[in-house]
C-alpha cells in the first residue's frame, strides 16, 4: 500500500539555524499539508498546498516557515530561524483528491529538537 | 471558531471489556469527522470517517463512530478491546471551505489492563 514518507525521523538543531524537513507523498495526491505536534499537545495545522502555491495557513505559519514542492516527488517545509518553542513532532500529510470522500494520508513524523 | 473536545485524557479499561471514547465538535456547516490512532513513536493511522449517509460508521479494527448532530458528537465504541489497542486517539473535524484543513481535538490515552 503506498505511504506517505518522511526524512529524517528525528532532527536535532540549535537555536537560529535553518532546517528543512522532507517529506514525499503518494504519488498521485495533490493536495499536501504540514501538522505540527508540540509534545503532550494536540495536532496542529500549519499549512496546505495544492497546485505548487498555499491554500491556507494558520497563524503559526509566519515569516520564518516556507514550503516548496521543489520536483515531481518531494514536499519540503523550512524554517529558516529556528527557536526553542519550534521543538515539535511535524507530520506530512497528503490527498488524492477535493471531496469528503478523499481523506488525509498521515507520515510517520519528523521529530524535531532545537537546542 | 471550529473546535473539537475529547473531555478524557485518559481512560484505562480491561482486555475484552468495551470502549467508547468521546468526541464533541463545534461547527456551523456539515461536519466531515474522522477518527486517527496513533501508536507511539508512529504517525496517524485513519481509523474511520464520517462525511454523509448513515449516521453509524465502521472502521478498521473493529471500531464504530455515531455521528449525532443534535449533540454534536461523533464517538468511537469497540465492543471487546484488544491489548493492542492501546495509543492514543484522536477525533478531527475536516473543514472543507479551508483546504480540507483538519482541526484536531487534544486526544485521549487508551490504556488496556490485563
Known amino acids: 500500500e503506498p505511504e506517505v514518507t518522511q526524512t529524517p525521523s528525528h532532527q536535532v538543531t540549535q537555536m537560529g539555524q535553518e532546517v528543512i524537513l522532507r517529506c514525499v507523498p503518494i504519488?498521485?495526491?495533490?493536495?499536501f499539508y504540514w501538522y505540527r505536534q508540540i509534545l503532550g499537545q494536540k495536532v496542529e495545522f500549519l499549512v496546505s498546498f495544492y497546485n505548487n502555491e498555499i491554500s491556507e495557513k494558520s497563524e503559526i505559519f509566519d515569516d520564518q516557515f516556507s514550503v516548496e514542492r521543489p520536483d515531481g516527488s518531494n514536499f519540503t517545509l523550512k524554517i529558516r530561524s529556528t527557536k526553542l518553542e519550534d521543538s515539535a513532532m511535524y507530520f506530512c500529510?497528503?490527498?488524492?483528491?477535493?471531496?469528503?470522500?478523499?481523506?488525509?494520508?498521515f507520515g510517520p513524523g519528523t521529530r524535531l529538537t532545537v537546542t | 471558531a471550529q473546535s473539537v473536545t475529547q473531555p478524557d485524557i485518559h481512560i484505562t479499561v480491561s482486555e475484552g471489556a468495551s470502549l467508547e471514547l468521546r468526541c464533541n465538535y463545534s461547527y456551523g456547516a456539515t461536519p466531515y469527522l474522522f477518527w486517527y490512532v496513533q501508536s507511539p513513536g508512529q504517525g496517524l493511522q485513519l481509523l474511520l470517517k464520517y462525511f454523509s449517509g448513515d449516521t453509524l460508521v465502521q472502521g478498521i479494527k473493529g471500531f464504530e463512530a455515531e455521528f449525532k448532530r443534535s449533540q454534536s458528537s461523533f464517538n468511537l465504541r469497540k465492543p471487546s478491546v484488544h491489548w493492542s489497542d492501546a495509543a492514543e486517539y484522536f477525533c478531527a473535524v475536516g473543514l472543507m471551505e479551508y483546504g480540507n484543513k483538519l482541526v484536531f481535538g487534544a486526544g485521549t490515552i487508551l490504556r488496556v489492563k490485563s
Open positions: 500529510a497528503s490527498r488524492a483528491d477535493r471531496g469528503p470522500a478523499y481523506e488525509q494520508y
Open positions: 504519488s498521485n495526491h495533490l493536495y
